[in-house]
């Protein structure tokens, strides 16, 4: 499927503070086709200067995880939504995703990029002009 045909409707974005025994992470969730794909995210994606982020892809999400905050079932920790919005792809690779977001924090170009040596872990960031993509200012 083409950019063009994801950006057809509105899309929704969320990320997640999420808070487990031991720790935290953020839950970073991408409307598709009915789900959330999603990917924790191992630093605070909200503060300045911390890109990039690794982060590792989860199973999709429901979506009602849009809206939702409050216990995860099975004792799994609590979600807190630190921002949300709207987006659109730009770029739906295997291995590079490319999203315009429009949130109550994070607004620009955003990039997901899978690291080469190790296929579970990814890299979040601010998208590069290298990648022959418009520079947004945020």
Request: hydrophobic letters at 35%; a negative charge.
């Amino acid at each position: 499927m083409s950019a063009e045909e994801h950006n057809a409707g509105s899309l929704r974005f969320a990320i997640l503070h999420h808070q487990v025994k031991g720790g935290e992470h953020w839950d970073f969730l991408l409307e598709h086709e009915g789900k959330l794909l999603s990917w924790q995210l191992f630093h605070y994606p909200l503060s300045s200067g911390n890109y990039p982020i690794t982060c590792r892809r989860l199973a999709d999400h429901r979506l009602m995880y849009l809206d939702y905050e409050g216990p995860v079932s099975r004792d799994r920790g609590h979600v807190r939504r630190v921002d949300s919005g709207h987006f659109q792809f730009e770029k739906l690779d295997e291995d590079h995703i490319v999203v315009q977001l429009s949130g109550y924090h994070l607004s620009g170009m955003y990039e997901l990029l899978r690291a080469k040596a190790n296929g579970e872990l990814w890299a979040f960031q601010v998208a590069r002009p290298k990648h022959g993509l418009p520079h947004v200012d945020s």
